[in-house]
């Protein structure tokens, strides 16, 4: 029908409980949503309908948002409402760089206090990651390789380091960088996840960080094949 709108690919994808939902359970959900992968950048963001899934008014909804503001996953103009933030290419290339600085520091920390416990858990997101290689599944590929790495970062300790590594990738999760490149390269990628695991169960830490080193100069060559013209983009100033 001429003028009909099409639902939001992000109300498709929320889970309510439709008999009034807390703040936190909101602001869970939503954050949800757009790092798993489902809700492209640019997609809008309907106020109503986002208050509708969880039965509340639009306050609690609109305080969601603005943590989600502030977190670089949303973003609001006026008289255009709420969409899933957007990148430029640039500001990906400089989340990957802090993401491979904030990673070193961690690793170098954690190599040192891991045990047997945290080669257990690396060893199995290792796992997953090569599952999903093996399939060409892009979506398992992202969301394993997100616990490969905090796998091997966790055993550091230091709260706030990981809070920002964390907050880094979780801006480019909307994007899906990896799900835009030559399966090969994911491939040559994933030869340097084994690279870290390697060193990081034998705690050699020159090893592990050069591996690591590696993977992030591989992952910017990688950004350098993601198309522009998809429209995921945001357009420099």
Sequence with gaps: MPGRRHPSAL???????????????ILTELRRC?????????????LDEVA??????????????????GEGLV???PNLGY????????ELHELYLVRGVLEAAAL??????????????????YEGLEEAVRANDVQAYHRES???????????????????????????????????????????LHDDHDAMLAAFVARDE???????????RRLQSSLELLPRHTGLFAEPD
């Design 52 to 69: 509708a899934v969880f039965g509340v008014s639009r306050i609690p909804v609109r305080e969601s948002l603005k943590t989600l503001i």
């Design 206 to 216: 020159t090893a592990l960080l050069e591996a690591a080193r590696t993977h992030h």
């Design 146 to 188: 997100r616990s490969f790495h905090l796998a091997l970062v966790a055993p550091c300790g230091m709260v706030r380091l990981l809070g920002m590594f964390e907050s880094a990738w979780n801006v480019t999760e909307p994007l899906r960088p990896m799900a835009h490149v030559p399966e090969h390269e994911r491939e040559l």
């Design 83 to 90: 969409t899933v933030a957007k990148l430029t290419a640039r």
């Design 108 to 125: 170098s920390a954690a190599v040192g206090a891991a045990g047997p416990e945290d080669d257990a858990t690396a060893r199995a997101a």
């Design 11 to 25: 109300i498709a994808r929320l889970v309510g409980e439709r008999s009034g939902s807390s703040q936190a359970a």
């Design 34 to 46: 757009l790092l798993d992968g489902g809700v492209p950048p640019g997609t809008p963001i309907p």
């Design 75 to 77: 973003e609001h103009r």
